[in-house]
């Protein structure tokens, strides 16, 4: 790992760290000096994460939370807090596995279980973390959002509600802790080929044929990808960028189509 110094000593907790993007994120910010607090719903797969950090040459420390239960959003920063004894930088990945239905057939449960996870999770975390951060003289939240809290499509009225209500949320922190030299912005990825992403549709190999020619760069996009969007917000290069949300979304939003072989595009 080769420590360019962008974030040295800067102290990033991840939620959600153990999936592909958090940890991308995760050793993204570790190889620009940053030490790393990994948290996950599944400790062992944030452990896998922080050790992976550890062998490249960078400082972490693995946590669980459930970002749903506010007792352990606070355990979590507290975590943080004794392994590196401050907290500059807050990156909610976490997010819930939602079902596809209509107001018909989704049940309660499932609809209260999306606002915890993809919304509450993140408004928790900042309630825990922002002291912390004010007390640090500042810092970056970054929130990860989706495309489809810009467009939304059929039958996935609980993750498109609750990422477009995470853009906004992340606007109005923006404006409240400002004075606290705190940032706030978000990211909207398009569709990123992970496992859990293309179980939807099969597997990598089918969502890359399904999903690629609905972005205009006509391929989806890869974890680092994002990874290399957050550590220019948790950055200086980003101190005069707060209150927004950066697409990292290879054109889908712009066009909500579909690319043939030969680069040219259609209206779905």
Not at 19 to 36: H, K, V
Not at 69 to 95: H, I, P, Q, Y
Not at 140 to 163: D, E, F, M
Request: hydrophobic content about 45%; proline content about 3%; aromatic content about 4%.
């Amino acid at each position: 790992m080769t420590i360019e110094g962008r974030m040295t000593g800067h102290v990033a907790l991840i939620t959600g760290g153990g999936g592909e993007i958090g940890t991308a994120i995760a050793l993204r910010l570790a190889s620009e000096g940053a030490s790393i607090a990994v948290a996950d719903l599944d400790l062992e797969k944030a452990e896998i994460t922080a050790q992976k950090v550890i062998a490249a040459g960078g400082k972490a420390a693995a946590t669980g939370v459930d970002v749903s239960k506010a007792e352990s959003c606070e355990a979590a920063v507290e975590a943080t807090m004794a392994a590196f004894g401050k907290l500059t930088t807050l990156v909610n990945v976490a997010a819930t596995i939602t079902p596809d239905g209509t107001v018909e057939t989704l049940s309660l449960d499932q609809w209260n279980d999306a606002l915890g996870v993809n919304l509450t999770g993140a408004f928790l975390m900042c309630k825990y973390g922002v002291p912390k951060m004010r007390a640090a003289g500042g810092g970056s939240i970054i929130n990860i959002a989706s495309q489809l809290g810009h467009l939304g499509v059929q039958h996935r009225s609980p993750y498109c509600t609750t990422k477009a209500a995470l853009i906004f949320f992340t606007r109005i922190l923006a404006m409240d802790h400002a004075a606290d030299n705190i940032r706030a912005n978000s990211i909207s990825p398009g569709f990123i080929l992970t496992e859990r992403s293309s179980k939807r549709v099969g597997g990598k190999d089918k969502a890359r044929v399904i999903n690629g020619p609905r972005h205009l760069l006509n391929r989806p996009g890869e974890p680092e990808e994002i990874a290399a969007g957050a550590a220019y917000l948790a950055s200086s290069d980003a101190s005069f960028v707060t209150g927004t949300d950066l697409l990292i979304d290879g054109g889908y939003v712009t066009f909500k189509g579909r690319m043939d072989a030969a680069g040219k595009t259609s209206m779905l």
